[in-house]
């Protein structure tokens, strides 16, 4: 997600990107937001300051009228430091829930505009290979090697999926395996983690577990999501 602070400190910049990827959020109100948790803030660290130079002139009060009266004051200060807290806390969640609406900035070389604006190839400079033969694809290859099963993939799941097979499945646990070993060389720990997390996790890093728009599968009654890959948690 977005600093809050930058969003506030670049609103045309920010809406200028939510215009661009379709998305509404309401940027001003989390801007409104900001602000009030700043003042919110001020006033609840001034309360605080206050209270506590309060306190310490009790140990030097002799007078009890005066003692009495900076008891009481140290009291109002404490409920209005409660209640700016409580305010203060009502302000941060309205303002993460409107921050999390808003997506990270896109890249300038990311076309703008609608799906016909978005396909450009790019070709790489290396010329293309001319064969004395009819070239197959990967999925013929795959097929005439007996290295994959689309029909058993479909009785079982459904179109566009497979199944690999022989030594298409050994290349493939070869390929994580040297990818693998290439990090341990560089000092990385390998490990195994939980397949769910918290949905604060979650939000935090830019997944939506509840709402119309989830990319997330959710436990019922519990604040727990299944991961969608490994780095979340």
Not at 30 to 41: C, I, V, W, Y
Not at 77 to 91: D, K, P
Not at 172 to 183: H, I, S
């Amino acid at each position: 997600m977005l600093d809050r602070r930058w969003v506030v400190e670049h609103l045309e910049e920010v809406k200028r990107n939510c215009a661009e990827r379709g998305v509404r959020a309401d940027v001003d109100r989390l801007a409104e937001l900001e602000n009030r948790r700043r003042d919110l803030r001020a006033r609840w660290d001034a309360c605080n300051r206050r209270a506590n130079e309060i306190a310490k002139a009790l140990a030097q009060c002799r007078d009890e009228a005066e003692r009495q009266a900076k008891k009481e004051e140290g009291r109002r200060l404490r409920e209005e430091a409660a209640e700016t807290e409580r305010e203060m806390s009502a302000v941060e969640a309205e303002a993460d829930a409107l921050l999390r609406m808003i997506p990270n900035l896109t890249h300038p070389e990311v076309p703008r505009g609608g799906e016909e604006n978005a396909r450009e190839i790019a070709r790489g400079a290396a010329p293309l290979p001319h064969f004395d033969f009819p070239p197959l694809d990967h999925v013929q290859l795959a097929e005439k090697l007996d290295l994959i099963d689309f029909e058993a993939a479909a009785r079982v799941t459904g179109h566009g999926f497979y199944f690999l097979k022989n030594e298409a499945v050994l290349l493939e646990l070869a390929l994580q395996r040297y990818a693998l070993d290439v990090l341990l060389q560089d000092g990385f720990i390998p490990m195994t983690t939980p397949d769910l997390a918290r949905n604060e996790v979650l939000e935090g890093i830019g997944f939506l577990p509840r709402g119309p728009e989830t990319q997330i599968y959710s436990i019922e009654n519990s604040d727990l999501s299944l991961i969608a890959t490994a780095e979340i948690t």
